[in-house]
């Protein structure tokens, strides 16, 4: 395994004022890139690139990328985050959301291929849809409801993979494809309808605890610092993995378990209140991460028991300023 030199670049970087996105151009201007951010602010926040909006290495474009977008400079790399990725979020406008992994990826991946920029793709574990194989390998081919309400997101992200994988195969741009698994942390917003976010909001707020179905399933949570290096590794590894790889924290809890961690953490004897499993929603998740390991060197870091205080401190404090 080897890494591509270190020169500093100019990196696109589309949904670069979302959650992850955030975190990724944080990285990357620490390590002396250059950063052009490209959001629509559908989902995104200001509020999560403010503490280096005014960097002389980072430029924001306001841009929906399911529009053309022309950049006046050389790119080395083109990162696509830009999607909605939240249950509630992707499901309130699906069309658009389906269009933005479709029509908007293919529009960076033409961009890519005129500067000849490297491009990485963020896939999801919802590919897998609700899985019938346990933990995911990236040789499953999934179990999707194709005309379900979570099809738009899941549908849209593997049509996504497929046009990736043909402007490889056509030799038309350098891809590579990382599917994530379920990531936390500091900047999540309040009401994004995650699981990890649900529960810490409303046990700060002494409200009664949403769990769906029984709190059986399954999920398996890394931390986003974590996550940003093992996406910034694949970009960066050569050769080309010309396959796509799962980048997830395989340490599996059930969401009983992680409402209990919540509870003890935040100091709040709160009740649960359940509500009926939702259509779709996978009943376990955990991510064979065997590909990471070996052509990555990655590993995550953070377990769940350290990363978990400082999201709810994050959510703390950003009540506080709200």
Not at 96 to 111: A, D, P, Q, R, Y
Not at 186 to 192: A, F, G, I, L, V
Not at 217 to 223: D, E, N, P
Not at 272 to 278: A, E, G
């Amino acid at each position: 395994m080897t890494f591509a030199d270190q020169r500093p670049r100019t990196v696109l970087l589309a949904g670069g004022a979302g959650f992850l996105g955030s975190h990724f151009c944080e990285t990357l201007l620490a390590q002396g890139d250059r950063i052009i951010c490209v959001d629509s602010f559908l989902t995104g926040s200001r509020n999560n690139i403010i503490s280096f909006a005014n960097h002389p290495r980072f430029r924001l474009i306001r841009h929906d990328i399911c529009n053309e977008l022309e950049v006046d400079e050389p790119l080395d790399e083109v990162v696509n985050l830009a999607c909605a990725a939240s249950p509630p979020r992707y499901q309130a406008d699906p069309v658009h959301t389906l269009m933005t992994s479709v029509v908007g990826t293919h529009n960076l991946l033409k961009l890519a291929e005129k500067h000849r920029a490297r491009f990485l793709q963020a896939s999801t574990s919802e590919i897998y849809g609700d899985p019938a194989v346990h933990p995911q390998t990236e040789d499953y081919l999934g179990n999707v409801n194709c005309t379900g309400p979570r099809a738009c997101y899941d549908e849209g992200k593997r049509a996504a993979e497929a046009l990736c994988f043909d402007f490889l195969r056509l030799r038309r741009a350098d891809v590579r494809v990382v599917r994530i698994f379920n990531t936390y942390g500091p900047r999540m917003q309040p009401d994004d309808g995650r699981i990890v976010s649900n529960l810490v909001n409303q046990a700060l707020n002494g409200e009664p605890l949403t769990i769906y179905g029984d709190g059986e399933q399954t999920r398996s949570f890394c931390f986003v610092s974590d996550l940003i290096d093992g996406m910034i590794r694949l970009l960066r590894v050569e050769p080309n993995p010309r396959a796509p790889v799962n980048l997830g924290n395989p340490g599996e809890f059930t969401i009983n378990q992680l409402a209990e961690l919540v509870t003890q953490l935040t100091g709040r004897s709160v009740p649960v209140l359940h509500k009926p499993l939702p259509q779709d929603d996978p009943r376990m998740r955990r991510p064979d991460i065997s590909q990471a390991r070996t052509l990555l060197g990655w590993k995550p870091r953070v377990p769940l028991e350290e990363g978990l205080p400082q999201t709810i401190e994050w959510f703390r404090q950003a009540s506080k300023v709200a």
